[in-house]
């Protein structure tokens, strides 16, 4: 979440972030209730100053022997109003929060800016695509006539570009997660990791996934108050940095982990999740 004070500092930049990663949030709203959240502020500490003040003279009067009614009455609607101004500010604050939850993070300064997918530059290059002396099938093909892939069973149990993995096929997934872990915690230096598969609102809220995607969150059983079943492995691993930063933290490979969802939403172009014209993180698994 973008701090505050930033935000109050640095309207243009912040709007200028937003044309660039295409997001049309408006901050408008953003500003109005940061302004008038310090316009009460101002005032109830104003109003604070004087019943402080009201009150020493209430004190005084009773000690002098005189009548310190009217004056305690106006420190009352006094307080009164304080109260009603700190309710006020509850709200609004509460109000702000959802809406800077709402607001992306900052990209990195070397992130492209781009549409989509087709304006992300290639940066690497391992090999040379091979050459075919015949017309070679598409993986989709391929994998029905070996057995290996389901697409019809897989759209009628999830939806459309979901597939069985079945027989030798689910045999070569595992085959590849197992290698890929035990190279990278044996050979390279990283540290598996298994998280929970729920994760609390506190979770959801530091990785950006409510309030936005609150409608497509699977809730817990009521018997586990307040948590998620996990929709991505990297939510924990996130929050698990946040929490190692001020001491070491290793490097991660992590587990691979089911993912859930009441509606997840269809990946956009070929890309999957993991990039994007826009996104400003680096892996480094």
């Known amino acids: ?23 049309a949030f408006s901050v408008g709203e953003l500003y109005d209730l940061d302004e008038k959240r310090r316009e009460i502020l101002t005032s ?20 002098q022997g005189e009548n310190a009614e009217p004056l305690m009455e ?9 109260k009603g101004m700190e ?13 800077v939850l709402q607001i992306p993070n900052l990209p990195h300064e070397t992130v492209p800016l781009g549409m989509d997918e087709t304006n992300n530059p290639v940066i690497h290059h391992w090999g040379e695509p091979r050459k075919f002396d015949f017309e ?16 019809e069973r897989g759209v009628k149990l999830a939806e459309s570009r979901f597939t069985v993995i079945r027989g030798k096929g689910a045999l070569l997934m595992r085959g590849l997660t197992q290698f890929m872990l035990d190279l ?9 990791i298994m998280p929970p598969l729920l994760v609390n609102s506190a979770t959801m809220q530091g990785t950006g996934q409510l309030p936005k995607l609150r409608m497509i969150s699977t809730v817990a059983p009521r018997t586990i108050s307040g948590s998620f079943l996990l929709q991505r492995f990297l939510l924990p691993i996130f929050m698990l940095e946040k929490f190692w930063r001020k001491s070491s933290f290793p490097s991660i490979s992590p587990l691979t ?28 698994w």
């Open 1 to 23: 979440m973008l701090d505050m004070r930033w935000i109050r500092e640095n309207r243009k930049d912040l709007e200028q972030m937003l044309q660039a990663r295409n997001n």
């Open 44 to 63: 109830m500490e104003e109003k604070k100053a004087r019943r402080n003040e009201g009150s020493k003279k209430v004190g005084l009067l009773k000690k």
């Open 74 to 82: 106006e420190m009352r609607f006094l307080g009164d109003e304080i």
């Open 87 to 99: 309710e006020e500010l509850s709200r609004i604050d509460a109000g702000l929060e959802e809406i």
């Open 136 to 151: 070679p099938q598409p993986h989709w093909d391929l994998g029905e006539s070996l057995g290996i892939l389901d697409f």
């Open 184 to 192: 990278h915690t044996r050979e390279h230096g990283f540290e598996e």
């Open 257 to 284: 982990l089911p993912a859930s969802a009441a509606n997840r939403e269809p990946m956009e172009g070929t890309c999957g999740e993991f990039c994007g014209s826009t996104s400003s993180t680096k892996w480094s």
